[in-house]
């Protein structure tokens, strides 16, 4: 099982470092909440490779079963950060946060 990514580690990497700069941390909440569960993703892939050689079929399907949720969760996620960043008018091509919205924290 793979994960379909809207976004690669390096846009989310880019998105978390604008979004940390300036007030508007919502963005980089949602990103990385998309790293996180692609870690867990990974983490579940690993396990069912394990179980693999073990002989427990409950095993399995309970790490099939957070890998499928998880992969849910995460498409989810992603379509709600490409929904922000058209609602908050982000550059796209150089993902950057509009000017707008750029007040920096104090």
């Known amino acids: 099982m793979n994960l379909d990514n809207k976004f690669s580690a390096l846009q989310l990497a880019i998105i978390n470092d604008q979004a940390a ?10 990103s990385m909440q998309i790293t996180n569960l ?7 892939n690993q396990c069912i490779e394990q179980d693999k050689a073990s002989e427990s ?8 079963r957070i890998a499928e949720v998880t992969k849910q969760a995460h498409q989810l996620m992603e379509e709600c950060l490409d929904e ?19 007040k920096r924290k104090d």
């Open 21 to 30: 700069l300036y007030d508007c941390a919502c963005p980089l909440h949602v």
């Open 38 to 44: 692609r870690k867990l993703f990974d983490y579940q």
């Open 84 to 102: 922000i960043l058209d609602l908050e008018g982000w550059d796209r091509t150089k993902l950057e946060m509009p000017a707008g919205l750029r």
């Open 57 to 64: 079929n409950v095993l399995t399907q309970v790490h099939q």
